[in-house]
């Protein structure tokens, strides 16, 4: 069973670095074809993908945050860690880390953790 | 502004069958597996289907999905209060390298 939690401040000030870390059990981020990625939700607001990284080490970035992320693995730890550089306010949103499946045509997200709410306020 | 776009909302009676649409372009759906996600108030998302049309094992086959050029579709039959949730396609985007969502559908049951 695949299982993933997030970690990390829940109220960060504005300028900030956010570092939020996920813990995973029931996979291997050494396998092929396997990767994880992060997602955030603003409060009743859409899903917005954040971040990826593969087994092989390959990362991907949101085109519109990737000067502000870095996403780490640590294989022997079964974690991964993002961090996000000058929180402001508008980055206020629950945090999701998921497992990411890829295949031949595409690729999933299955399953997520639970989430975590961080608040950028003063 | 989401890349894929999907209707904000929609209702329908218990019993009878609803569908949502995601519309996206040739960089993404048209090109790339179509997934989606429904999230129930307060919970993290939970995968619904995936590869267009597949149910992940556990999943309801009153679920069902559809993939036509650079539109997919999610329809959902026999409704049931239980249903009430957000819904999400989600795909794979070449031209932004990465996984992109649509802004959700709210279903209600009335």
């Known amino acids: 069973q695949i299982t993933l939690k997030e970690s990390g401040p829940t109220l960060v000030k504005p300028t900030q670095t956010l570092t939020l870390t996920c813990t995973f059990s029931?996979?291997?981020?050494?396998?092929?074809?396997?990767?994880v990625g992060w997602i955030r939700q603003p409060p009743g607001k859409a899903l917005e993908w954040l971040a990826l990284?593969?087994?092989?080490?390959?990362?991907r970035y949101s085109p519109s945050l990737k000067s502000r992320l870095t996403i780490t693995k640590d294989t022997s730890k079964n974690q991964v860690v993002l961090t996000m550089t000058n929180m402001d306010p508008v980055d206020t949103a629950t945090y999701y880390c998921a497992h990411l499946s890829s295949g031949w045509y595409g690729n999933w997200f299955d399953p997520w953790g639970q989430g975590t709410l961080v608040t950028v306020s003063s | 502004q989401s890349v894929l776009t999907q209707p904000p909302s929609v209702s329908e009676a218990p019993r009878q069958r609803v569908t949502i649409s995601c519309s996206g372009s040739s960089s993404n759906i048209g090109h790339n597996a179509v997934n989606w996600y429904q999230q129930l108030p307060g919970k993290a998302p939970k995968l619904l289907i995936y590869y267009d049309d597949l149910l992940p094992s556990g999943v309801s086959d009153r679920f069902s999905g559809s993939k036509s050029g650079t539109s997919a579709s999610l329809a959902i039959s026999g409704l049931q209060s239980e249903d009430e949730a957000d819904y999400y396609c989600a795909t794979w985007d070449d031209r932004l390298n990465g996984p992109v969502f649509g802004g959700g559908t709210k279903l209600t049951v009335l």
């Open positions: 029931g996979f291997s981020l050494s396998t092929s074809g396997v990767g």
């Open positions: 990284i593969y087994w092989d080490d390959d990362k």
